[in-house]
């Protein structure tokens, strides 16, 4: 089937009902019915009909969305909002609706961000810059990607230091072997999230996983997907494909512990569903990906003996909340672990706006999502704030830097893994 008569099949699906405005973070901040999930749609189903042209209202309506996915998780009718997303804004790309500089100025920041060496070195080299800046990026990059030179865009803070973080290829099960597991060790995560990585594989091993790194695994395609470079996207998915394949057979899942590529990784049946060298393929692989978090409660943790003393609050992040539908394993974990208290944040599964690109390319919109993310933070009084995807990650770590908190922000899996280390 075509992409223009998927994106028909999947637009009918909505009734207009509106269940999903109140459920969608652009709506609640704007009150415009165009940054509204509905309005987006009836955009979208316009321009199919051939009522309106795919102007540039359309592409602002589409470029302010974030792909949240909350609407999908607020819809009676099952739309699939997120698929609808990606297939109009491969359409902006393809088409080529937007500036020729801005298109470019947005792949390079992709491919910055997905190849891992790349990212460590323009962190260093900006790190520089915008220490001369106040720590953020100047003019023009920001007037290229957000239109919007005022605005800036801060960089992230790496968890430790600064370089390409590598895994062994296989890490053995502590005790008797009861599973053997892949990993994803992802792309951004090992240049920002080197400490998280290491984490997530000692407490695989803790609970008798022997965990299998393919040293050429590489980035999954979600940030290509998600910001409309279809055939990027899919050439990355192909090529992890690849990689992880010689060891497939072996592993009883593949975990992964950033929302944004597991729910794009379990979606790799249906994306590559059209290429008859992998469609099987992608299939057999999608079916194997857990969430880190899923894949622990599934197996039974082994509980950790040692206690943490924290006051802790879960941020849900989108793409695990509303993408894959994983809410309470993370919760069961961290209240798993003896001395922890979990207090819930008031909107916890909603945006804090960091959103794969999103606070660079939308650094508004963002800014007022993180500032009510913060103060809900702050009500509860935590020290420590977990969740499970680099975006969120580092996002909110800026704005606690920012707000003058003393909250450190973690991966669940890296509070179990202090439980089990005393640490
Ligand atoms: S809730 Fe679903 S069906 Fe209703 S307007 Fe929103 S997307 Fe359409
Ligand atoms: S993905 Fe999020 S921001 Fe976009 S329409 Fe749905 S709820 Fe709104």
Same mark, same amino acid.
């Given at each position: 089937?075509?992409v *223009? ?7 009918i ?10 459920a ?7 009150g ?44 009676? *009718?099952?739309?699939a909002?997120g698929?609808?997303?990606?297939m109009?804004?491969?359409?902006i ?34 790190g ?25 865009? =801060? ?24 599973h053997?597991?892949?990993?994803l ?7 920002l ?14 609970n ?9 695994a590489g980035?999954?395609?979600a940030?290509?997907?998600h ?15 690849d990689?992880f ?7 009883? =899942?593949?975990?992964?512990?950033? =929302? ?18 992998y ?25 950790p003996?040692?206690?943490v003393?924290?006051v802790?609050?879960y ?28 207090v819930?944040?008031d909107?916890?599964d909603t ?7 999103y ?23 935590a ?17 606690v ?13 890296e509070?179990?893994?202090? =439980?089990?280390?005393? *640490?």
């Amino acid at each position: 089937m075509s992409v *223009s008569h998927k994106l028909d099949d999947k637009t009918i699906k909505c009734i207009r009902c509106g269940f999903c405005l109140d459920a969608c973070p652009t709506f609640r901040l704007t009150g415009q019915e165009s940054k509204s999930p509905r309005g987006r749609i009836y955009l979208v189903r316009s321009w199919r009909e051939g009522v309106i042209p795919f102007g540039p209202d359309v592409v602002e309506a589409l470029d302010t969305c974030l792909g949240c996915r909350a609407c999908e998780t607020a819809c009676p *009718s099952g739309v699939a909002y997120g698929s609808i997303l990606e297939m109009a804004r491969e359409h902006i790309e393809s088409a080529h609706l937007r500036p020729a500089a801005q298109t470019f100025a947005r792949k390079q920041l992709l491919e910055t961000l997905t190849h891992p060496g790349r990212l460590a070195f323009s962190l260093r080299a900006a790190g520089l810059l915008g220490r001369l800046t106040g720590g953020k990026m100047p003019g023009l990059a920001a007037q290229l990607l957000s239109g919007s030179p005022d605005q800036g865009i =801060a960089l992230p803070t790496p968890q430790g230091e600064l370089k390409v973080h590598t895994l062994p290829e296989r890490s053995p099960a502590k005790g008797d072997r009861r599973h053997t597991v892949g990993m994803l060790v992802g792309c951004v995560m090992r240049v920002l999230f080197g400490e998280t990585n290491a984490a997530t594989v000692r407490v695989l091993q803790e609970n008798g996983c022997d965990v299998v790194a393919p040293p050429a695994a590489g980035c999954c395609g979600a940030l290509h997907l998600h910001a409309g470079f279809h055939a990027d996207a899919l050439a990355r998915m192909r090529a992890l494909i690849d990689a992880f394949e010689p060891c497939l057979p072996e592993l009883d =899942a593949i975990v992964v512990n950033s =929302a944004g590529c597991g729910s794009t990784l379990k979606e790799y049946g249906e994306l590559l569903e059209d290429d008859p060298d992998y469609r099987d393929r992608a299939r057999a692989f999608a079916a194997k990906v857990r969430d880190v978090s899923e894949w622990l409660v599934a197996i039974g943790l082994t509980p950790p003996a040692r206690p943490v003393h924290a006051v802790v609050s879960y941020h849900d992040a989108c793409h695990l909340a509303h993408g894959q539908r994983v809410r309470q394993q993370p919760r069961q974990l961290l209240q798993q672990i003896p001395g922890l208290q979990l207090v819930e944040m008031d909107e916890a599964d909603t945006c804090c706006g960091s959103a794969g690109v999103y606070n660079i390319t939308q650094p508004r919109m963002a800014r007022q999502l993180l500032a009510r993310k913060i103060a809900h933070l702050r009500e509860t009084g935590a020290r420590i704030v977990a969740t499970g995807n680099p975006g969120c990650l580092a996002w909110i770590q800026q704005g606690v830097r920012e707000a003058g908190m003393d909250v450190r922000i973690c991966h669940p899996v890296e509070l179990l893994d202090a =439980a089990y280390r005393n *640490s």
